[in-house]
């Protein structure tokens, strides 16, 4: 209610931060916290929290985590990774532990990886 944070200034903090997110894919750093992105893109931290609290409508973990989510699919489709454990995929989208990727993964698709890379497989002899 008392933040600084216009709605102009928010706007261009939210462009900044999605576009560092997809051309930097900075949420494959598995220590990435608030602090540590809102340095990067030089958002105070409370600004950066805000905006992916009010304009993303997520926490900051559930913002990061999508993006994981969406880049370990991505990975589990595509035929050059086929070949990767679930857990280098894992590892190389920036979960720190297997359970809490399989977690993770779940709340967001419905699907643990495994069930997500066998559907897919079916998918493509169907």
């Known amino acids: 209610e008392r933040s600084t944070l ?7 903090y939210l462009a900044r931060l999605m576009r560092a997110m997809e051309s930097e894919k900075l949420f494959t750093d598995g ?7 809102a340095e990067h893109l030089a958002i ?5 929290s805000q905006v992916v609290n009010e304009r993303c409508n997520q926490t900051f973990n559930d ?31 920036g979960f720190n532990s297997k ?9 967001h698709t419905g699907q643990t990886p495994s069930e997500f890379r066998e559907s897919s497989k079916a998918l493509e002899t169907a």
């Open 31 to 37: 220590d990435m916290t608030l602090q540590k992105l």
């Open 6 to 12: 216009t709605p102009e200034r928010a706007e261009e």
């Open 63 to 93: 913002f990061i985590n999508s993006y994981r989510v969406r880049e370990a699919q991505a990975k589990l489709l595509d035929p050059a990774t086929k070949h990767y454990s679930i857990l280098a995929i894992a590892e190389e989208v």
């Open 99 to 107: 359970s809490t990727f399989n977690a993770v993964f779940k709340k």
């Open 44 to 48: 105070p931290a409370a600004h950066l």
